[in-house]
């Protein structure tokens, strides 16, 4: 009897730690969606006590903790979506893992930032506003604090809606729309608004345009031969080579401004040298991978696996370079203005303020970014790495062919437009294939036209957002810097 009883009481403390253990599980379910905004707000808060340190106890140490705070949270934001470009082809092709993706682009993006970023920063943002018609040196830290707050909430809201968009154009966006409230309509410089918003479609196109021009020379050439393997052997060299020549161009006009001040006509003949040296290096190696492999289109998507994944790499080092200075540019303006109580055209970017970027962007990458590059790298259209490859082709060539042009562009806009490149020529490469196949098919075996349009290769739905959040970002960055700048100016 005993025994039973004993039996039984186990049997219910069993029971009972069986019940304690499902509600931890369920704690630790529902607390997850809090672990990222966490540790988000634990890095805000560690980068204003490091700005206090830097600072001491002078007046202005509080608005520079605010500023540097606001700053982390910025580039937090900035890894969440902007990063997404770079590594969203490479993990959509199937080239590298999320995991795989977020180590690399995190190492690369901080590198980048820390190694080449840009040590002069202009602090109205490339000539958006006249900091000569800001009244005091007061108003201008506010009308950049409003500036660096709108820009990151507006990045933060694109990241949550799911539409890559520029970071550069939202801080932009913020500073006009600042310099507008403090300033008046006259502080704009208009003529580089125009530019900055014919970027919004010279980006998108042109680089969806190259892309798709080397996709369809990838089909022509490689995969619509009789013998790919031999195609492949002569060609993939030539393409790497291109990859090559284009990022060290790349890499040189925008990526090592810190070290060096190099030209284009200097920068193109270094990408000439390199392109010629990695092809040579290409062809044997090449040949060696290409040894035993069939003759179809899986064997020759292999060959591009790795330049896909060292593309993705360079792109996030030269992003962090060049994109990750403008964003912190209106922290940095805070900061020179206020320790030197002025504000300039150009100041330089403190080394501090340099590791909040590096730093945020990694934590923005790690904790937020799988979602746009999923979004980025699957979603809008199926890739594969030959497709990928031209979009990372794409983006270095473009950005390249916008300086000799002289024409602003947004990487942002570039890398998606890329993606849709390839996803339209996809769709227009298909329907012209099911036209010829139908002109011999009998009328009651051909594909109907409302099967051919359910057949869309680009979702539409996804087309649509992106655009609309391309569009409106700087008119909606700049209305809500204005509200913020009025709210923050009752406190002057």
Excluded at 330 to 356: N, Q, R, S
Aim: with cysteine; aromatic share 8%; glycine share 10%.
């Amino acid at each position: 009897m005993a025994d039973a009883e004993n039996s039984n009481k186990w049997t219910t403390l069993d029971r009972d730690l069986n019940r304690i253990s499902r509600v931890e599980v369920a704690t630790a379910y529902v607390a997850r969606p809090m672990v990222g905004p966490g540790i988000a707000l634990a890095f805000m808060v560690i980068a204003a006590l490091l700005a206090m340190l830097a600072f001491g106890s002078t007046s202005g140490s509080l608005i520079i903790a605010a500023a540097a705070a606001f700053g982390a949270y910025m580039a937090i934001n900035i890894g969440a979506n902007d990063v997404a470009n770079n590594m969203g082809p490479a993990v959509g092709a199937n080239a590298l893992t999320m995991g795989g993706a977020i180590a690399i682009a995190a190492i690369a993006e901080s590198a980048g930032a820390l190694l080449a970023g840009g040590d002069v920063v202009s602090t109205i943002s490339k000539g958006i506003i006249d900091p000569s018609g800001m009244q005091n040196s007061e108003i201008f830290i506010w009308a950049m604090m409003a500036a660096l707050i709108s820009s990151a909430l507006w990045v933060n809201l694109a990241t949550w809606v799911g539409a890559p968009v520029s970071t550069t154009h939202s801080v932009v966006g913020g500073v006009m729309g600042a310099g507008i409230a403090a300033a008046g309509m006259t502080a704009v410089n208009w003529p580089t608004m125009g530019k900055i918003a014919a970027s919004w479609v010279i980006s998108p196109v042109l680089g969806g345009a190259i892309a798709a021009g080397f996709l369809a020379l990838i089909k022509a050439r490689i995969l619509y031969q009789d013998d790919k393997i031999a195609a492949s052997r002569r060609w993939v060299p030539i393409l790497v080579g291109v990859m090559a020549g284009a990022f060290s161009a790349y890499l040189a006009v925008k990526g090592l401004k810190r070290i060096v001040k190099i030209e284009l006509e200097i920068a193109l003949l270094i990408g000439v040298v390199g392109g010629l040296a990695v092809w040579a290096l290409c062809v044997p190696l090449i040949r060696r991978q290409s040894e035993g492999l069939e003759n179809r289109n899986k064997s020759v998507k292999t060959l591009f696996g790795l330049p896909l994944v060292v593309s993705a790499a360079l792109l996030s080092f030269a992003h962090g370079a060049n994109d990750v200075a403008n964003a912190v540019g209106p922290l940095a303006a805070i900061v020179h203005a206020t320790e030197f109580g002025d504000f300039a055209a150009k100041v330089a970017i403190p080394t501090w303020v340099m590791v909040i970027g590096a730093f945020g962007i990694s934590f923005g990458l790690f904790l937020f970014g799988p979602k746009l590059i999923r979004m980025v790298g699957s979603q809008i259209t199926k890739l594969n790495p030959m497709r990928a490859y031209c979009v990372a082709l794409s983006a270095a060539i473009t950005v390249i062919v916008a300086s000799w042009l002289g024409l602003p562009v947004s990487s942002t806009h570039i890398a998606v437009g890329g993606v849709f490149g390839v996803g339209f020529y996809r769709e227009w490469h298909m329907e012209r294939r099911l036209q010829k196949s139908s002109a011999n098919r009998p009328v009651e075996k051909r594909i109907a036209r409302e099967e051919r349009r359910r057949r869309k290769l680009v979702r539409r739905s996804h087309f649509m957002t992106i655009v609309a959040a391309w569009v409106i970002t700087v008119p909606a960055a700049a209305l809500m810097s204005a509200s913020i700048f009025w709210l923050l100016s009752l406190m002057l």
